[in-house]
């Protein structure tokens, strides 16, 4: 009943052409923000804002940057978690060597040097598809890991290999305390996600679904697909890359490379399909599934007063994740967006069930 | 009437397969099937006709119990054949049964050769390598393109070619009753007459009965002995084929012809607004 | 000489144990179009249960033999019990989803296995012993300085592969359950329009593959000993069926040797240049080599592109 | 027999217009099948040109000869005066050849809109960036063409569908919207492969109705593949007719119709 | 309040459970017996939670973040990583919470001047090495012998098997031998070309830095090349019951160091049998654990954390709970004399630790084991790191640690 879009026409395509096209969503979305910004680092803890918020934002942002190049243009991706390492490494090579740029430079760069390494290996979705392109993609996450872990000059010689960042300030304001670093990961995620979501709405987006969706269909239409294939892979990375460097930066500190491994794409790669494949909130969905899950699995037990040993609870919490990814796809196979939005359309007809 | 004689034949009919009050409901959401129900007496061919989107395909599928695997569900309304429940079966029993769909679209195996697609039409027959071979002759007999073809990964086959390799593939499975979903989609006209002869010679010599849903109306209501229109996911209509064919509705929205007869599709001028039984 | 030989022949075992893994991944693949990542939590689960009954087992009987034979049914049986029950709780609901689905379902099912093997099994490191004899042979000591090592673990273990693989080509090529198969993996509805039975051919499959699983697994296991990270011996395997290519059982074996040999002869012959530790990227970008110029792989079937 | 492809075809009495698509010489194979053999005609400015022919003639393979999906090892063709032996179909569409398929090939992920405006594509100029921040020239340049695709929705009916999941529609609509892609890159040759399969008459009449005006408001060539005879006789200016990868009859719709080969082979004698 | 939280990251699960989980144990059993015996730190009880990290150091960090506070903030963190340990060691200055590493870590956080809230206690990777390579020369009769030769060096591919090779190559310079590098893929399962590169280049000895499953893969690799294991020593992570237990004879004569006294049985294990295990409040499955070298590192753990809060108490106010900045001063300032250490049933176990500012580490001393076939057995007298090797380095690392950071080190001399 209160969930209705009765009455409101769009009188012109640009109203049509809005992100969120029913007024209750506009409305919903703008306190989402200004509560995002205003009140949560007010009220939030250190740890909530540390161990939860903070990893969301960026995994949101990984998962945005994942689903484009598999949700939207679908090329399975499974080394994603090696373009994240990229992005992190190359702004972290940058600050090391070039005190002078200033972190929100350096963060973009570590984004555009994993653009160039994403387009690379993209180059073989020229001529695989599915799963033999997932291959590909898995032999670009060995192949880095190794990088990172063999070449010392990536590491600046570093002894153990492993990298970290020294103190952090965004033009000349500091960027030490959770809060802080919470809003400038909020910052990233909210313009990426403007960004992302114009792209997959435009026609960039269409040139991208249409090669997923059929790509002979979609050559004969006049889209080269080499062009819409590498561009996903470029924008991806970027974004990818471009979290990665954040997941660096603000979240760890610092890192090895196993801070990036192959679980590391398989935990966004289900982000993304929990969420739903091809959707920008879907990814949000997705991110906060995976991330909470872990830390509710965790303390549940507890709140029941069932004391389980920690290798139980890990175990459980395996098998709970498995069942409930499993649970998921047989329930809705495009993911709690769709959930989401089937709830919506419910809303819509309420009362009637139909 | 036609409707009184329809419920009259209904009545006499031995109720072969009976569809009983469907609902079908798509993604818990789709509400498309509005409680159909129909029957098809055993020997008998019926025919369901309808506009695109009018349900024909899922009233298959909710018979033949291929719906799951769309997310499509039957929520209220049962289904009977010889007597018995099916619609809680799997389409293997159904099969084994003699229930079989031709699907809509085709859908060969792609990768797989013409002649491996009509074999694994016997999937479910458990019979000899000579009885096996004489049932894939019997097949080439009614399409020698596709003998021509056998060797072909149906994936590369032609359009035509594939929907023969379906229904061929249907025949391998020796079934008693075949729901066949636009069976002469894509054909060449010659072809399509020999496939209503095919169902014709299967119905008068082996006793198999059709239940096929078609847009060709012209030809599906000459091979038919009974007929039922639906519209919206309702049955709005039904008769003995006859009657429908002379019904002027019909004989306007489905077989093109008016008053003075058939018009040529250059000479239709202006959009009609199809007129609606039932809303 | 001698060395290169060794390596050689190191990579050949070594890819025919790949093989060995990949069999699984291929039988699920040919049979209902579903990349199983779940095949290296199957390694790990049919192992585990090996492990722990051929324990039970050995101590009951009191006789090595015996006792691991009686283990080797017990974990057979497990492993169909796992098939029936992974159709029932899952396939069975995905009846024709998209790839991507099913795959993810894989990968749920993966992290299930993996809990569920440790909850019930432990996560120690437990010990398979079938009696492989251990100790390396040295060949032709008289032509080569040294020698040329085999072990006979290995030899072992690459004829039990062979078998395995002969025989399931055979299954795929020559029977009705085989097209059938193939047909499920083209098309999960129209292979239910025909009344093929999808649920039985699954289970079917997925013990098939259990099996190879076990077998697999008890290689390896009594390798390595038995622990959680037996599963990531898959990961070793992918390049494996991609070079061979997804749909051909013997292109799991000509993959696996390719692998295996480019594999250690890279590590031993190029790693030392840049640091080494090589050999898991090299495998990769040897397939990925392959497939720019296949792109199905060696033996898999085109894709079919039509309009 | 008298080689059909050098037999002068009488011009209809419309479709006066220039030769615009050519082809000369067509073979095809593929491996040991013979889809083309030596196949030649043409399609001339503002006309309706059918292919008709057997399952399997070789009619589908033909449409894709000429918008580049397949390339023939023998023969040449010209479109618009130009020589081209091969090319990729996203080059034919840019040079105006648009086309549906027989086995629909839409975007099925994409709503009814989306993949209007995907046969758009070609038309678009703003790049990736100006994308992003859909600000300015993006946007106007996506409402300009928004306006362009309604108009297409209006004209073929498909307002109410709008923003509904192609791969959720009927068949029949999937047809229609498929056909609205393909308009919707305003085509100079616009390919047909059985765009009424799988309707009734009713909604033949329509689809003729959107192809008839199609051809006369924009003055679009179109080659359709149909085997509706009703429609092909009715709406065409000449039919080619095809059989086992050659070329049996070629001509205006009666000619056609009576000649002895083509019923033979295709027609049958029933019609 | 009169309770010390403890917070414990522990790895149950992933590849290197097998020796994780005696480890974790250890240290809870330790804890547990000093609440039952003691009733504490002088009245103060000890609670403690268990953090689950899998060896990752993601969730390390997240376990530090959730623990760093809780229960007034986690006393010291034993992260049980080197990566973790990496990860943690620019926050701890911030969120002021020690980060105990005994026996692994940071090898050049043992200065205290540039690692105010680091203590790699009882030895580093650094003096490991030293020590390995002592008790190699010694075999081979006499340093020089070593020059010349050839020594491999087989590690797990991460920051732990990484961080041996300064000191290692340093060393290599010094006495004239040849260094190996071997890496091995985590997890470490497939080895094949590794030890084939070994039968090839045939080093002398093979120093292993392997842990978890890697461990017994590697013995095994070893024995299927005919490498003799006699030649081979294991880092002391390396070198627990679980690692060899199931292969028995195979591996017979495997060699490790074990950090301090490790190896050996003393009074502290019969407490922990009897207030803990007698009282079914047992961590590990069997009593047979305690004892094992895993598990008697664990309390030995524990023993310095106890201890170091005792002498945290001493200072700031006896009966009362420390806050982690307390406890930092108390591990700065441990000082346990062998007459503690055997008061405190540890006597066998360890040598005499005292800790300074500029002395973050306390004492290097480590044993030499050897595997029989059934246990292991003590095969060398008490070694102590060559500190004139050691020192330049940690010197080095520090340094520059401190530049790149922008810290400037304490002076110790004025603490
Ligand atoms: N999988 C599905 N999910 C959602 N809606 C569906 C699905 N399949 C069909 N529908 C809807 O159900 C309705 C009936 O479809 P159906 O395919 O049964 O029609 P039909 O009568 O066979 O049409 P046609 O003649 O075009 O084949 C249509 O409106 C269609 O949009
Ligand atoms: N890519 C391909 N690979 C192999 N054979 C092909 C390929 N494309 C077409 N063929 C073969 O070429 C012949 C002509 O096919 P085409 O699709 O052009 O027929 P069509 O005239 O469109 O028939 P229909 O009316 O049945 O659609 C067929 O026998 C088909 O099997
Ligand atoms: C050996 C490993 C499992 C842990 C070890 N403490 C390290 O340094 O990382
Ligand atoms: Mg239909
Ligand atoms: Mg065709």
Redesign the interface.
Same mark, same amino acid.
């Given at each position: 009943m209160f969930y209705r879009e009765n009455g409101q026409f769009k009188a012109s395509y640009v109203e049509d052409l809005r992100i969120f096209k029913v007024t209750q969503d506009r409305v919903a979305v703008l306190a989402l923000v200004a509560i995002a910004v205003l009140l949560v680092p007010m009220l939030a803890s250190d740890y909530l804002l540390r161990a939860v918020l903070i990893p969301f934002l960026i995994l949101s942002l990984a998962a945005i940057g994942l689903n484009i190049l598999v949700g939207y243009c679908g090329q399975i991706s499974l080394g994603t978690g090696a373009f994240m390492a990229v992005g992190a490494y190359a702004a972290w090579n940058i600050g090391v060597r070039i005190p002078e740029v200033p972190l929100l430079v350096q963060i973009l760069l570590g984004g555009l040097c994993a653009t160039a390494v994403g387009v690379v290996f993209g180059i073989p979705s020229l001529r695989l598809r599915g799963l033999y392109l997932a291959v590909s993609t898995l032999a670009a996450q060995f192949f880095l890991d190794w990088a990172f872990l063999r070449i010392p000059a990536l590491t600046n010689h570093s002894a153990s290999g492993s990298v970290s960042v020294g103190t952090l300030s965004f033009f000349g304001l500091p960027l030490e305390s959770a809060w802080q670093k919470y809003l400038f990961c909020l910052g990233f995620v909210v313009v990426f996600a403007v960004i992302a979501k114009n792209l997959v709405r435009t026609t960039t987006g269409r040139q991208w679904m249409a090669i997923r969706d059929m790509d002979i269909a979609a050559g004969v239409i006049g889209i080269r697909p080499a062009y819409a294939k590498l561009t996903a892979f470029a924008v991806s990375s970027f974004i990818v890359g471009v979290s990665g460097a954040l997941w660096g930066f603000m979240h760890l500190g610092a890192w090895e490379p196993l801070a990036f491994s192959l679980d590391r794409s398989f935990q966004l790669l289900f982000m993304i399909i929990i969420g739903g494949l091809g959707s920008i909130v879907g990814s949000f969905f997705g991110a906060a599934f995976i991330v909470l899950l872990p830390i509710v699995l965790t303390n549940v037990p507890a709140l029941f007063g069932l004391p389980l040993s920690v290798d139980t609870a890990v175990h459980l919490e395996h098998i709970i994740f498995g069942s409930l990814i499993v649970i998921f796809l047989i329930a809705e196979p495009h993911g709690l967006a769709r959930l989401w939005s089937i709830g919506r359309e419910k809303l819509r007809l309420w009362p009637f069930p139909y | 009437m036609t409707s009184m004689n329809a419920t009259e034949a209904a009545a006499t009919a031995v109720p072969y397969l009976a569809v009983n009050n469907v609902e079908v409901? =798509?993604?818990?959401?789709?509400?498309v099937l509005k409680g159909v129900s129909l029957q098809v007496p055993q020997g008998g061919i019926v025919a369901l006709?309808?506009?695109?989107?009018?349900g024909k395909?899922t009233t298959l599928k909710s018979i033949?119990n291929?719906l799951?695997?769309?997310r499509g569900d039957v929520t209220k309304g049962n289904i009977e054949f010889k007597g018995a429940r099916i619609d809680q079966m799997?389409?293997?029993e159904?099969?084994?049964r003699g229930v079989?769909?031709?699907?809509?679209?085709?859908?060969?195996?792609?990768?797989?050769t013409i002649e491996? &697609?009509l074999? #694994?039409?016997a =999937? #479910?027959r458990k019979i000899s390598r000579t009885e096996l071979r004489d049932s894939l002759d019997k097949v080439y007999h009614y399409f020698p393109?596709l003998k021509t073809?056998r060797s072909?990964?149906a994936? =590369?086959?032609?359009?035509?070619?594939q929907?023969?390799c379906a229904i061929g593939?249907?025949l391998m499975?020796k079934p008693e009753m075949i729901l066949l979903d636009?069976p002469s989609?894509?054909?060449?006209?010659?072809? *399509?007459?020999e496939i209503f002869e095919i169902v014709k010679d299967l119905n008068g010599k082996e006793g198999v009965s059709f239940l096929l849903a078609e847009? &060709? #109306?012209?030809v599906a209501l000459r091979y038919a002995d009974f007929g039922y229109i639906m519209e919206n996911g309702r049955i709005v209509m039904e008769g003995e084929a006859k009657e429908l064919a002379t019904n002027e509705d019909v004989k306007e929205?489905?077989?093109?012809l008016s008053g003075e007869g058939?018009k040529?599709?250059?000479d *239709?001028?202006h959009?009609?607004r199809?007129k609606r039984w039932l809303s | 000489m001698g060395f290169f030989i060794e390596t050689l022949l190191g990579g050949l075992m070594t890819g025919v144990l790949y093989a060995l893994i990949g069999l699984g991944f291929v039988l699920i693949f040919k049979a209902s179009g579903v990349f199983n990542f779940a095949q290296g939590a199957m390694v790990l689960v049919a192992a585990l249960a090996m492990a722990r009954f051929s324990a039970w087992a050995i101590e009951l009987t009191g006789s090595m033999l015996f006792g691991n034979v009686i283990a080797f049914f017990m974990s057979v049986a497990f492993m169909i019990a796992l098939a029936i029950a992974i159709e029932r709780l899952v396939l069975r609901h995905l009846v024709n989803q998209e790839l991507t689905t099913l795959l993810m379902a894989t990968l749920g099912i993966t992290y299930v296995l993996d809990g569920l093997g440790q909850t019930v099994f432990g996560s120690s490191v437990y010990t398979i012993d079938v009696g492989m004899p251990k100790e390396p042979l040295f060949l032709f000591q008289d032509v080569f300085e040294g020698g040329i090592l085999l072990n006979p673990d290995d030899l072992i273990a690459a004829l039990v592969g062979a078998a395995l693989v002969a025989a399931l080509a055979l299954l795929f090529q020559y029977t009705k359950v085989g097209r059938a198969l193939r047909a499920v993996a083209d098309d999960h509805q129209a292979a239910q329009s025909v009344g093929i039975p999808l649920g039985r051919i699954w289970v079917v499959v997925w013990s098939v593959a259990g099996v190879v699983a076990l077998v697999a697994g008890i290689v390896w296991g009594s390798k390595l000993g038995v622990q959680f990270s037996l599963s990531t011996v898959a990961l070793r395997a992918l390049p494996v069926v991609i070079l061979g290519g997804l749909t051909s059982v013997p292109g799991a074996i000509l993959g696996g040797l390719i692998i295996g040999v480019g594999e250690k002869l890279s590590e031993v012959y190029l790693g030392s240049f840049v640091g080494g530790g090589i050999e898991v990227w090299f495998a990769y970008a040897l397939a990925l080599l392959v497939l720019l110029v296949r792109p199905e792989g060696l033996f898999g079937e085109k894709h079919i592109d039509r309009v | 027999m008298t080689d059909i492809n050098s037999a002068t075809v009488t011009a209809p009495a419309r479709g006066q217009g220039e030769v615009i698509l050519d082809l000369q010489n067509i073979s095809l194979r593929f491996g040991g099948v013979k889809a083309l053999t030596d196949i030649s005609f043409n399609v001339r400015e503002h006309e309706i040109r059918s292919i008709i022919g057997p399952n399997g003639a070789g009619k589908s393979s033909m449409l894709n000869v000429i918008n580049g999906v397949y390339h023939p090892q023998e023969g040449r063709i010209h479109f618009r005066g130009e020589e081209r032996r091969k090319m990729e179909p996203q080059v034919a569409a840019a040079q105006g050849i648009a086309r549906t398929f027989q086995n629909i090939a839409l975007f099925k992920g994409m709503s009814v809109l989306d993949n209007i405006m995907t046969g758009r594509n070609l038309k678009m100029k703003c790049n990736l960036f100006q994308h992003a921040l859909f600000w300015g020239r993006a946007q106007k340049e996506e409402i300009e063409h928004r306006i362009k695709v309604e108009e297409v929705i209006d004209f073929l009916e498909i307002q109410g569908i709008r923003h509904t999941p192609v791969g959720r529609l009927p068949y029949g609509l999937q047809k229609r919207v498929e056909l609205g892609r393909a308009l919707a890159a305003e085509p100079e040759l616009l390919l047909l492969d059985e765009p009424m399969a799988g309707m009734n008459v009713e909604e033949k009449q329509d689809m003729c109705r959107f192809i008839l005006d199609v051809n006369d408001q924009f003055g679009t060539t179109i080659v359709l593949i149909e085997h509706d005879m009703g429609v092909v006789m009715d709406i065409s200016d000449r039919v080619v007719v095809l059989d086992y990868g050659r070329k049996i009859g070629d001509g205006a719709p009666d000619e056609v119709k009576n000649n002895p080969d083509v019923i033979a082979a295709y027609l049958g004698t029933s019609h | 309040q009169s309770e010390q939280f403890i917070p414990l990251l522990v790895y149950r699960t992933g590849s290197f459970a097998p020796l994780g989980i005696p480890w974790a144990n250890g240290k809870l059993d330790y804890l547990k017996m000093i609440n039952e015996r003691d009733g504490g730190i002088n009245g103060v009880k000890m609670v403690y939670e268990e953090c689950e990290t899998a060896y990752n150091t993601d969730r390390g960090v997240e376990c530090y973040e959730r623990l760093k506070t809780k229960g007034g903030g986690g006393s010291l963190f034993d992260t049980q990583s080197t990566g973790i340990t990496y990860a943690v060691m620019d926050k701890a200055p911030l969120d002021k919470v020690p980060v105990m590493t005994m026996g692994y870590g940071r090898s050049d956080s043992a200065d205290g001047s540039v690692f105010p809230w680091s203590f790699p206690l009882l030895g580093t990777y650094w003096t490991a090495s030293d020590i390995i390579v002592q008790d190699i020369a010694k075999k081979m009769g006499g340093v020089d012998k070593l020059k010349g030769k050839k020594l491999a060096l087989v590690y797990h591919d991460s920051p732990y098997g990484k961080e041996p090779i300064t000191a290692l190559q340093a060393l290599a310079r010094k006495h004239g031998f040849e260094l190996m590098l071997l890496p091995v893929i985590a997890p470490g399962v497939e080895q094949k070309s590794t030890w084939l590169q070994i039968r090839q280049q045939r080093p002398e000895y093979v120093i292993l830095w392997a842990a978890g499953i890697m461990t017994p893969t590697s013995i095994r690799e070893a024995q299927a090349t005919g490498f003799p294991r006699e030649k081979i020593y294991g880092i002391w992570w390396a070198g627990s019951e679980s690692d060899v237990r199931d292969l028995g004879a195979t591996a017979k004569g495997y060699n490790a160091i074990a950090i301090q006294g490790s190896a050996d049985y003393g009074k502290a294990h019969d407490d922990i049998l009897k207030y803990v295990y007698d009282k079914n409040q047992g961590s590990a499955d069997s009593r047979a654990e305690v004892g094992t070298v895993a598990h008697t590192r664990g309390m030995m753990i524990q023993m310095l954390t106890v201890e170091a809060i005792r002498t945290a108490q001493e200072k700031y106010g006896k009966g009362k709970a420390v806050t982690p900045e307390q406890v930092r001063w108390g591990l700065e300032n441990l000082d346990i004399s062998q007459a503690r250490l055997d008061e405190l049933g540890f006597g066998n176990l360890m040598r005499p630790v005292k800790t300074s500012c500029a002395d973050h580490m306390g004492s290097s001393w480590a044993r030499i084991i050897t595997w029989n076939g059934d246990k292991y057995e003590t095969t060398s007298d008490w070694y102590e790191a060559d500190m004139s090797v050691i020192d330049p380095l940690v010197k080095a690392g520090a340094d520059k640690y401190a530049k790149e950071k922008g810290i400037t080190p304490r002076d110790c001399s004025k603490e």
């Amino acid at each position: 009943m209160f969930y209705r879009e009765n009455g409101q026409f769009k009188a012109s395509y640009v109203e049509d052409l809005r992100i969120f096209k029913v007024t209750q969503d506009r409305v919903a979305v703008l306190a989402l923000v200004a509560i995002a910004v205003l009140l949560v680092p007010m009220l939030a803890s250190d740890y909530l804002l540390r161990a939860v918020l903070i990893p969301f934002l960026i995994l949101s942002l990984a998962a945005i940057g994942l689903n484009i190049l598999v949700g939207y243009c679908g090329q399975i991706s499974l080394g994603t978690g090696a373009f994240m390492a990229v992005g992190a490494y190359a702004a972290w090579n940058i600050g090391v060597r070039i005190p002078e740029v200033p972190l929100l430079v350096q963060i973009l760069l570590g984004g555009l040097c994993a653009t160039a390494v994403g387009v690379v290996f993209g180059i073989p979705s020229l001529r695989l598809r599915g799963l033999y392109l997932a291959v590909s993609t898995l032999a670009a996450q060995f192949f880095l890991d190794w990088a990172f872990l063999r070449i010392p000059a990536l590491t600046n010689h570093s002894a153990s290999g492993s990298v970290s960042v020294g103190t952090l300030s965004f033009f000349g304001l500091p960027l030490e305390s959770a809060w802080q670093k919470y809003l400038f990961c909020l910052g990233f995620v909210v313009v990426f996600a403007v960004i992302a979501k114009n792209l997959v709405r435009t026609t960039t987006g269409r040139q991208w679904m249409a090669i997923r969706d059929m790509d002979i269909a979609a050559g004969v239409i006049g889209i080269r697909p080499a062009y819409a294939k590498l561009t996903a892979f470029a924008v991806s990375s970027f974004i990818v890359g471009v979290s990665g460097a954040l997941w660096g930066f603000m979240h760890l500190g610092a890192w090895e490379p196993l801070a990036f491994s192959l679980d590391r794409s398989f935990q966004l790669l289900f982000m993304i399909i929990i969420g739903g494949l091809g959707s920008i909130v879907g990814s949000f969905f997705g991110a906060a599934f995976i991330v909470l899950l872990p830390i509710v699995l965790t303390n549940v037990p507890a709140l029941f007063g069932l004391p389980l040993s920690v290798d139980t609870a890990v175990h459980l919490e395996h098998i709970i994740f498995g069942s409930l990814i499993v649970i998921f796809l047989i329930a809705e196979p495009h993911g709690l967006a769709r959930l989401w939005s089937i709830g919506r359309e419910k809303l819509r007809l309420w009362p009637f069930p139909y | 009437m036609t409707s009184m004689n329809a419920t009259e034949a209904a009545a006499t009919a031995v109720p072969y397969l009976a569809v009983n009050n469907v609902e079908v409901i =798509y993604n818990h959401v789709i509400l498309v099937l509005k409680g159909v129900s129909l029957q098809v007496p055993q020997g008998g061919i019926v025919a369901l006709l309808g506009a695109n989107g009018a349900g024909k395909s899922t009233t298959l599928k909710s018979i033949s119990n291929l719906l799951h695997a769309e997310r499509g569900d039957v929520t209220k309304g049962n289904i009977e054949f010889k007597g018995a429940r099916i619609d809680q079966m799997t389409p293997n029993e159904l099969v084994r049964r003699g229930v079989i769909q031709v699907m809509e679209g085709r859908h060969c195996f792609g990768h797989l050769t013409i002649e491996e &697609n009509l074999l #694994t039409g016997a =999937y #479910t027959r458990k019979i000899s390598r000579t009885e096996l071979r004489d049932s894939l002759d019997k097949v080439y007999h009614y399409f020698p393109r596709l003998k021509t073809r056998r060797s072909s990964q149906a994936g =590369y086959t032609s359009g035509g070619e594939q929907q023969m390799c379906a229904i061929g593939r249907a025949l391998m499975a020796k079934p008693e009753m075949i729901l066949l979903d636009e069976p002469s989609m894509g054909l060449a006209p010659q072809i *399509v007459e020999e496939i209503f002869e095919i169902v014709k010679d299967l119905n008068g010599k082996e006793g198999v009965s059709f239940l096929l849903a078609e847009q &060709n #109306t012209m030809v599906a209501l000459r091979y038919a002995d009974f007929g039922y229109i639906m519209e919206n996911g309702r049955i709005v209509m039904e008769g003995e084929a006859k009657e429908l064919a002379t019904n002027e509705d019909v004989k306007e929205f489905y077989l093109g012809l008016s008053g003075e007869g058939r018009k040529s599709f250059r000479d *239709v001028k202006h959009y009609r607004r199809r007129k609606r039984w039932l809303s | 000489m001698g060395f290169f030989i060794e390596t050689l022949l190191g990579g050949l075992m070594t890819g025919v144990l790949y093989a060995l893994i990949g069999l699984g991944f291929v039988l699920i693949f040919k049979a209902s179009g579903v990349f199983n990542f779940a095949q290296g939590a199957m390694v790990l689960v049919a192992a585990l249960a090996m492990a722990r009954f051929s324990a039970w087992a050995i101590e009951l009987t009191g006789s090595m033999l015996f006792g691991n034979v009686i283990a080797f049914f017990m974990s057979v049986a497990f492993m169909i019990a796992l098939a029936i029950a992974i159709e029932r709780l899952v396939l069975r609901h995905l009846v024709n989803q998209e790839l991507t689905t099913l795959l993810m379902a894989t990968l749920g099912i993966t992290y299930v296995l993996d809990g569920l093997g440790q909850t019930v099994f432990g996560s120690s490191v437990y010990t398979i012993d079938v009696g492989m004899p251990k100790e390396p042979l040295f060949l032709f000591q008289d032509v080569f300085e040294g020698g040329i090592l085999l072990n006979p673990d290995d030899l072992i273990a690459a004829l039990v592969g062979a078998a395995l693989v002969a025989a399931l080509a055979l299954l795929f090529q020559y029977t009705k359950v085989g097209r059938a198969l193939r047909a499920v993996a083209d098309d999960h509805q129209a292979a239910q329009s025909v009344g093929i039975p999808l649920g039985r051919i699954w289970v079917v499959v997925w013990s098939v593959a259990g099996v190879v699983a076990l077998v697999a697994g008890i290689v390896w296991g009594s390798k390595l000993g038995v622990q959680f990270s037996l599963s990531t011996v898959a990961l070793r395997a992918l390049p494996v069926v991609i070079l061979g290519g997804l749909t051909s059982v013997p292109g799991a074996i000509l993959g696996g040797l390719i692998i295996g040999v480019g594999e250690k002869l890279s590590e031993v012959y190029l790693g030392s240049f840049v640091g080494g530790g090589i050999e898991v990227w090299f495998a990769y970008a040897l397939a990925l080599l392959v497939l720019l110029v296949r792109p199905e792989g060696l033996f898999g079937e085109k894709h079919i592109d039509r309009v | 027999m008298t080689d059909i492809n050098s037999a002068t075809v009488t011009a209809p009495a419309r479709g006066q217009g220039e030769v615009i698509l050519d082809l000369q010489n067509i073979s095809l194979r593929f491996g040991g099948v013979k889809a083309l053999t030596d196949i030649s005609f043409n399609v001339r400015e503002h006309e309706i040109r059918s292919i008709i022919g057997p399952n399997g003639a070789g009619k589908s393979s033909m449409l894709n000869v000429i918008n580049g999906v397949y390339h023939p090892q023998e023969g040449r063709i010209h479109f618009r005066g130009e020589e081209r032996r091969k090319m990729e179909p996203q080059v034919a569409a840019a040079q105006g050849i648009a086309r549906t398929f027989q086995n629909i090939a839409l975007f099925k992920g994409m709503s009814v809109l989306d993949n209007i405006m995907t046969g758009r594509n070609l038309k678009m100029k703003c790049n990736l960036f100006q994308h992003a921040l859909f600000w300015g020239r993006a946007q106007k340049e996506e409402i300009e063409h928004r306006i362009k695709v309604e108009e297409v929705i209006d004209f073929l009916e498909i307002q109410g569908i709008r923003h509904t999941p192609v791969g959720r529609l009927p068949y029949g609509l999937q047809k229609r919207v498929e056909l609205g892609r393909a308009l919707a890159a305003e085509p100079e040759l616009l390919l047909l492969d059985e765009p009424m399969a799988g309707m009734n008459v009713e909604e033949k009449q329509d689809m003729c109705r959107f192809i008839l005006d199609v051809n006369d408001q924009f003055g679009t060539t179109i080659v359709l593949i149909e085997h509706d005879m009703g429609v092909v006789m009715d709406i065409s200016d000449r039919v080619v007719v095809l059989d086992y990868g050659r070329k049996i009859g070629d001509g205006a719709p009666d000619e056609v119709k009576n000649n002895p080969d083509v019923i033979a082979a295709y027609l049958g004698t029933s019609h | 309040q009169s309770e010390q939280f403890i917070p414990l990251l522990v790895y149950r699960t992933g590849s290197f459970a097998p020796l994780g989980i005696p480890w974790a144990n250890g240290k809870l059993d330790y804890l547990k017996m000093i609440n039952e015996r003691d009733g504490g730190i002088n009245g103060v009880k000890m609670v403690y939670e268990e953090c689950e990290t899998a060896y990752n150091t993601d969730r390390g960090v997240e376990c530090y973040e959730r623990l760093k506070t809780k229960g007034g903030g986690g006393s010291l963190f034993d992260t049980q990583s080197t990566g973790i340990t990496y990860a943690v060691m620019d926050k701890a200055p911030l969120d002021k919470v020690p980060v105990m590493t005994m026996g692994y870590g940071r090898s050049d956080s043992a200065d205290g001047s540039v690692f105010p809230w680091s203590f790699p206690l009882l030895g580093t990777y650094w003096t490991a090495s030293d020590i390995i390579v002592q008790d190699i020369a010694k075999k081979m009769g006499g340093v020089d012998k070593l020059k010349g030769k050839k020594l491999a060096l087989v590690y797990h591919d991460s920051p732990y098997g990484k961080e041996p090779i300064t000191a290692l190559q340093a060393l290599a310079r010094k006495h004239g031998f040849e260094l190996m590098l071997l890496p091995v893929i985590a997890p470490g399962v497939e080895q094949k070309s590794t030890w084939l590169q070994i039968r090839q280049q045939r080093p002398e000895y093979v120093i292993l830095w392997a842990a978890g499953i890697m461990t017994p893969t590697s013995i095994r690799e070893a024995q299927a090349t005919g490498f003799p294991r006699e030649k081979i020593y294991g880092i002391w992570w390396a070198g627990s019951e679980s690692d060899v237990r199931d292969l028995g004879a195979t591996a017979k004569g495997y060699n490790a160091i074990a950090i301090q006294g490790s190896a050996d049985y003393g009074k502290a294990h019969d407490d922990i049998l009897k207030y803990v295990y007698d009282k079914n409040q047992g961590s590990a499955d069997s009593r047979a654990e305690v004892g094992t070298v895993a598990h008697t590192r664990g309390m030995m753990i524990q023993m310095l954390t106890v201890e170091a809060i005792r002498t945290a108490q001493e200072k700031y106010g006896k009966g009362k709970a420390v806050t982690p900045e307390q406890v930092r001063w108390g591990l700065e300032n441990l000082d346990i004399s062998q007459a503690r250490l055997d008061e405190l049933g540890f006597g066998n176990l360890m040598r005499p630790v005292k800790t300074s500012c500029a002395d973050h580490m306390g004492s290097s001393w480590a044993r030499i084991i050897t595997w029989n076939g059934d246990k292991y057995e003590t095969t060398s007298d008490w070694y102590e790191a060559d500190m004139s090797v050691i020192d330049p380095l940690v010197k080095a690392g520090a340094d520059k640690y401190a530049k790149e950071k922008g810290i400037t080190p304490r002076d110790c001399s004025k603490e």
